[in-house]
């Protein structure tokens, strides 16, 4: 069964940081692109980053570049989202997901939704003082 589980969530202060965790069973996490959204009340979900099953290339939303790295830990079949100088707009449920689509067309594509699937169950991300 293909599930992937993440954690790592919690409250922190502005300016502080978090490492969420995205835990893949029933599949090997690194021949699959996978991303990270989230989710705020009210909103609509955001694609945050994603990260490449061929070269590993690296997308982040404008909003967070420079804050947040993704990366992979392919020995614990794990893919991370380090997440520094945190503000209160970050504050929403982190979801992974695994994209379905092509390496080509995850250049332009890897902030849609639609485009991922076997998504987590989410992790809540609280940032407040």
């Known amino acids: 069964q293909v599930q992937l589980v993440e954690s790592g969530g919690g409250l922190v202060q502005p300016g502080g940081s978090l490492r969420l965790s995205c835990a893949a069973s029933?599949?090997?996490?690194?021949?699959?692109?996978i991303g990270w959204f989230r989710q705020a009340p009210g909103k609509e979900r955001e694609g945050v980053s994603c990260?490449?099953?061929?070269?590993?290339?690296?997308y982040y939303a404008d909003s967070v570049k420079g804050r947040f790295t993704i990366s992979r830990a392919n020995a614990k079949n794990t893919v991370y989202l380090q997440m520094n100088n945190l503000k209160p707009e970050d504050t929403a449920v982190y979801s992974c997901?695994?994209?379905?689509?092509?390496?080509?067309?995850?250049?332009?594509?890897?902030?849609?939704?639609?485009?991922?699937?076997?998504w987590g169950q989410g992790t809540q991300v609280t940032v407040s003082s």
């Open positions: 990260i490449s099953s061929s070269d590993s290339s690296t």
């Open positions: 997901a695994l994209y379905r689509g092509t390496s080509y067309s995850l250049r332009t594509n890897w902030n849609w939704a639609g485009e991922y699937a076997s």
């Open positions: 029933g599949f090997t996490l690194d021949r699959y692109s």
